[in-house]
Structures are given as C-alpha cells and as structure tokens.
C-alpha cells in the first residue's frame, strides 16, 4: 500500500501541470510562439500518458478494495466468487500498470523523439576498418527498413578495398534517436580479414556516432555569414555528374562558447544530383552539428550525474564486439552476448536494444527512488 500512496502521491504532483498546459495550448499568445507551442504539445502528450495511467489504476485500485470489501462481508457464494476473481485480476493487473506508471514518470530525454544523423567511420585496422564500417552500414540500413525508417546518405568517402572510410546519413521516423542513440561508441570487429593471406584473426573498430537532428528553431544561423562553393559530385550517375556541379560545400563561421573563438565549420553534402536539396541538406546537418556542440556541455554534466552503465556519454568507449570466428556478439555494457552473428549483421538487433533500454530504465528507476 505504501508503494501506491507513493505513486499516487507523484501523480496527483503533475495533475495541476496538465490542467495548466491544456489551458496554455489553447492560448493565441502560445500558438504564436511556435517554439513553445511545440514545446507543450509535446510535454501535453506525455503528461496526458500519464494521466489516462493514472485513471486506469485508481480505478483498479477501487475495484480490488471494494472486491475485498465484498468477499469480507457476503454471504452469497457466487458473488464471492466473483469477487475473488477480481481480487486475482487486480493482483495481477497492479503491479504491471505500477511498473508502466514509473517508466512514465522518469524524465524522458527530450531528445528522444528526434530524427538522427548517423555518423559511421573507420577506425583502427586500415582498409579492414573501412569494410567494417562497411558492414555496420548495410545493418543499420537493414535495421531501419524494419523499422519503416528513411536513411538518406549526406555523404560519404569509400575505403580503398570496399566499404567506407566515412558515410554520414540522417534518418528520418519515429523515435529515432531515442532508440539509436545506444548505438554510439567504437564497435570492434574480430575475424580473417579478405586481404589476410595467413588466415589469421584480425581485430579491427569502427566508431558510430549517433547525433539528434536539430529543429531549425533550436540554432539560430546566421545564413549570410555562410560561403558555399559547388563542384562537381563523383561516383555513379553516368554523364550527369561529370557535367553538373550539384555538390555543395559550406564554410560557416562559428562562435565557440567555451573557448570565445570562431571556428570554421566545413560540411559537404553530393547526396543527390539536386543542388538546391543538397544545400538544403548540409544547412540540416549545419543546424545538427552545431547543436550537438552547444549542447554536449549539458550532456556532459548530464553523464557526469547519471553515469549509467549504458549511456556513459563518451563516444570513444568500446561497447560491442563482433566475433566472426565464434559467431558471437557482445555488447560490453550489460555484458549481453548471442551466437546468432550473421541474423545480427543483417539488421536483427532489435533485442540487444531492448535489453540496453531496460538495463538504463532500471538504473534512473533506482535514480528516482522506485
């Protein structure tokens, strides 16, 4: 009983809040104000979450209290028995929509609902490496089409002997980065490489950033400061590409607010034979870029208080390996491994996500005093 007084005592906290968000998306003064609007409508659909929990429990709380009342005081046989199975019901329906309610009540990240860009780039290990990376792609790739996500490629370099020394892509759907963003740090890979005459094990990385997608209200870019150059894409595209300059490059300066220094920012994008959507594309990645700097200091400190064996927040700690000679894969973090190796390149990760997601909620469950 003292766990649902505690749970009920939280949520009666944020009944006022969602009475007042309501009123406040209803308000001209906040619809005019486009990023705000945003704002609560997405913290209106979270709170109402909760809420519509919130009725459902009280109202199994009810019925168990008075099932008991009537199995302590009726005589009839048929309606104790009725009352035992809502006793069993409710024994069973509470405690599942308790755990529901504190899942919902730990602070999302705001970022989770976000597209991302998907940075993916060879590491330690040469032309192995890029292959590598190579590989990460086509499963990410695999991942996302089973997932009805769009990937778009921004831009990439190819490794000498296949694969990619660098691709970058922003993908597009529902709760992106929320779900990719366990996929951030250095993979490593461990097998014969095809170049290996000897047949011996290499162990070659590739890193994977995964970065929120920025709004183009959350960074505010000076677009006349921005110098863009065109040239001329390669790769494949017959003729076209040979005589249309449909690559852009954009230079933008900078201000660093931990240093007080102007950096230059250059990003290209060659992803399609339309200039205009190519420059579309790179201010896109412009606005990301430079919100994932402004903010990593928010992040840092986040991390710093929250060090959960999941989200370290560093981008350069090793999480998973990819054994080929056992067919094995092991995610460091949560010490998760299988042998289903080559399901698991071919895009079947969904489950080591699963797992990573539970082990991180239990961690900020422990946080929040649940």
């Known amino acids: 009983m003292a766990d649902s007084n505690n749970i009920l005592s939280k949520l009666s906290d944020l009944e006022a809040r969602f009475q007042e968000v309501a009123l406040l998306i209803t308000d001209p003064a906040v619809v005019a104000d486009m990023k705000r609007y945003v704002k609560l409508n997405k913290e209106y659909r979270e709170l109402e979450l909760i809420m519509n929990a919130r009725e459902r429990y009280i109202s199994l709380l009810q019925s168990q209290s008075e099932a008991k009342d009537l199995l302590a005081n009726e005589s009839d046989s048929e309606l104790r028995e009725m009352a035992r199975e809502e006793i069993d019901h409710c024994s069973t329906a509470i405690p599942a929509i ?22 993916i780039r060879g590491g330690t290990g040469g032309d192995e490496a890029a292959i590598f990376a190579g590989d990460l792609y086509r499963m990410y790739t695999k991942y996302c089409e089973s997932k009805g996500w769009r990937m778009e490629v921004s831009s990439f370099t190819e490794g000498t002997s296949g694969g990619y020394k660098e691709i970058i892509c922003t993908v597009s759907g529902e709760k992106v980065y929320g779900t990719l963003k366990y996929e951030s740090g250095v993979h490593r890979v461990q097998r014969v490489p095809a170049t290996e005459t000897q047949g011996r094990v290499h162990t070659s990385a590739a890193s994977v950033a995964v970065l929120p997608e920025a709004e183009p209200f959350d960074v505010e870019i000076t677009e006349s400061a921005i110098k863009w150059d065109t040239f001329r894409s390669s790769g494949a595209g017959g003729q076209n590409v040979n005589k249309v300059e449909s690559g852009v490059r954009l230079r933008y300066p900078w201000l660093n607010p931990e240093t007080g220094q102007t950096e230059e920012i250059l990003i290209e994008c060659t992803e399609t034979r339309d200039q205009p959507k190519n420059k579309e594309r790179a201010l896109a990645r412009l606005r990301t870029l430079i919100y994932d700097r402004e903010h990593q200091r928010y992040a840092d400190d986040i991390a710093n208080k929250r060090k959960t064996m999941v989200s370290t927040g560093d981008r350069s700690a090793k999480i998973r390996t990819y054994n080929y000679p056992q067919g094995r ?15 698991f390149v071919n895009g079947d990760i969904q489950d080591c996500i699963d797992h990573l997601i539970v082990a991180e909620n239990a961690e900020r469950m422990k946080e929040n005093n649940f």
């Open 98 to 119: 308790e755990e529901e309610i504190k899942l919902l009540l730990i602070p999302s990240d705001p970022q989770d609902d976000r597209n991302a860009i998907l940075e």
């Open 329 to 343: 894969i092991t995610d460091h973090r949560i010490n998760y491994t299988i042998y289903n190796l080559q399901a």
